[in-house]
């Protein structure tokens, strides 16, 4: 898809890889809807042409206000990017179940809730494309993030029949699998912070512009997975082929909440 001119919402925009998202996809000419709690940083992050919505997108009426402000001005909804998203660094059968479902809610529901709003749009124009931003956390099971990795695992499995089901409308969906981004992740996570061997591993991280400039190469070529870095195949790759040997590995002690 050619992003020029292309309106484009982005959730979770106001900083961290969505800001990113916004600086990289204004270069490519887009035109942005941005969408977060923080109207300051949305502000930031979209300049003075960017039409910003500020709003928890777990609530439905934030959800439907971006959406039909977005066509309202723009008239028309080319690309979805459901960015935002949060952690929860705690043991699945420790973990207070409010917190559980607030975390699906934003990985999933509300990502799952946003397509449901431009898909009759795009459909009816016979051109979209859907971004799920997930995780490589989403492709094996990350001891210390359990239940986000399960989220990320069900947005990449809903991702796969979006792209099947939209398909022949010309609508194409995209998943987005980033590794370790130096972003503010940890500080908006739940439960407190990773273990000490994780964020030692932030000497091998990617930035947000290097993450968000893979998304919109991503987007220009079709691409059905974008792995960012692409090194993290190889970690995956792994994980298939050495399950045992990775799991021990990623339980160990020092690896472990």
Same mark, same amino acid.
């Given at each position: 898809?050619?992003?020029?001119?292309?309106?484009?919402?982005?959730?979770?925009?106001?900083?961290?890889? $969505?800001?990113?998202?916004?600086?990289?996809?204004?270069?490519?000419?887009?035109?942005?809807?941005?969408?977060?709690?923080?109207?300051?940083?949305?502000?930031?992050?979209?300049?003075?042409?960017?039409?910003?919505?500020?709003?928890?997108?777990?609530?439905?009426?934030?959800?439907?206000?971006?959406?039909?402000?977005?066509?309202?001005?723009?008239?028309?909804?080319?690309?979805?990017?459901?960015?935002?998203?949060?952690?929860?660094?705690?043991?699945?059968?420790?973990?207070?179940?409010?917190?559980?479902?607030?975390?699906?809610?934003?990985?999933? @529901?509300?990502?799952?809730?946003?397509?449901?709003?431009?898909?009759?749009?795009?459909?009816?124009?016979?051109? &979209?494309?859907?971004?799920?931003?997930?995780?490589?956390?989403?492709?094996?099971?990350?001891?210390?993030?359990?239940?986000?990795?399960?989220?990320?695992?069900?947005? &990449?499995?809903?991702?796969?029949?979006?792209?099947?089901?939209?398909?022949?409308?010309?609508?194409?969906?995209?998943?987005?699998?980033?590794?370790?981004?130096?972003?503010? @992740?940890?500080?908006?996570?739940?439960?407190?912070?990773?273990?000490?061997?994780?964020?030692? $591993?932030?000497?091998?991280?990617?930035?947000?512009?290097?993450?968000?400039?893979?998304?919109?190469?991503?987007?220009?070529?079709?691409?059905?997975?974008?792995?960012?870095?692409?090194?993290?195949?190889?970690?995956?790759?792994?994980?298939?082929? @050495?399950?045992?040997?990775?799991?021990?590995?990623?339980?160990?002690?020092?690896?472990?909440?």
């Amino acid at each position: 898809m050619r992003i020029d001119g292309k309106v484009t919402i982005i959730t979770g925009a106001s900083e961290g890889l $969505g800001a990113a998202c916004a600086a990289e996809f204004a270069r490519a000419g887009a035109r942005l809807s941005l969408a977060a709690r923080c109207e300051e940083g949305l502000r930031r992050a979209g300049g003075p042409d960017a039409l910003i919505t500020a709003g928890d997108l777990t609530l439905e009426d934030t959800r439907r206000a971006v959406v039909e402000r977005t066509i309202e001005r723009f008239g028309a909804v080319d690309i979805l990017i459901n960015n935002a998203g949060v952690g929860i660094y705690r043991r699945s059968w420790s973990t207070p179940m409010d917190e559980a479902r607030r975390m699906w809610e934003l990985n999933f @529901f509300t990502a799952l809730r946003m397509a449901q709003l431009v898909a009759p749009h795009m459909c009816e124009r016979g051109a &979209g494309t859907v971004v799920n931003v997930s995780s490589i956390a989403g492709k094996f099971t990350l001891p210390w993030l359990p239940l986000y990795s399960a989220s990320k695992g069900a947005l &990449g499995a809903w991702t796969e029949a979006l792209r099947m089901e939209l398909g022949r409308d010309g609508i194409h969906a995209m998943l987005v699998c980033p590794g370790y981004v130096k972003t503010d @992740f940890h500080r908006h996570a739940m439960g407190g912070g990773p273990p000490g061997k994780v964020a030692a $591993g932030k000497r091998f991280a990617i930035s947000p512009e290097e993450c968000a400039r893979a998304i919109r190469r991503g987007v220009e070529r079709d691409a059905r997975t974008v792995m960012a870095p692409r090194s993290g195949w190889l970690l995956v790759a792994a994980r298939m082929l @050495f399950p045992g040997l990775v799991e021990r590995a990623l339980g160990s002690p020092g690896a472990r909440t």
